[in-house]
Nanobody, 124 residues
Framework: QVQLVESGGGLVQAGDSLRLSCAAS????????MAWFRQAPGKEREFVAC????????LYGDSVKGRFTISRDNAKNTGYLQMNNQKPEDTAIYYC?????????????????WGQGTPVTVSS
């Protein structure tokens, strides 16, 4: 079973960039699709981005489209979320998740493995 550990979160100013990493244990990472979700205080979990098992298909939430980029390196068992031109409304805890499938989806219940999350705070 894959275990996920997010890192790279922190405090940044509006307009800055940040890259999150999602390190997966085990060899199963290369057989999974991956996604990033986020949850701000008092708000529901929100889909951010997802990527197919082979990295050739991606999907983004409307609020991050054009600013965030999801990628993965299966040789390193690691996924990434590059966040550019950040806004205060990007403040949240960011979670990576995987599902045993080649197909990415923005539906949280379809992801069976989740990390503990990494906090991101964007100040104005």
């Amino acid at each position: 079973q894959v275990q996920l550990v997010e890192s790279g979160g922190g405090l940044v100013q509006a307009g800055d960039s940040l890259r999150l990493s999602c390190a997966a244990s085990g060899r199963a990472f290369s057989s999974t699709a991956m996604a990033w979700f986020r949850q701000a205080p008092g708000k529901e979990r929100e889909f951010v981005a997802c990527i197919s098992r082979d990295g050739d298909r991606t999907l983004y939430g409307d609020s991050v489209k054009g600013r965030f980029t999801i990628s993965r390196d299966n040789a390193k068992n690691t996924g990434y979320l590059q966040m550019n031109n950040q806004k205060p409304e990007d403040t949240a805890i960011y979670y990576c998740a995987t599902r045993v499938s080649s197909i990415q989806t923005n539906n949280p219940p379809l992801y069976g493995t989740w990390g503990q999350g990494t906090p991101v705070t964007v100040s104005s």
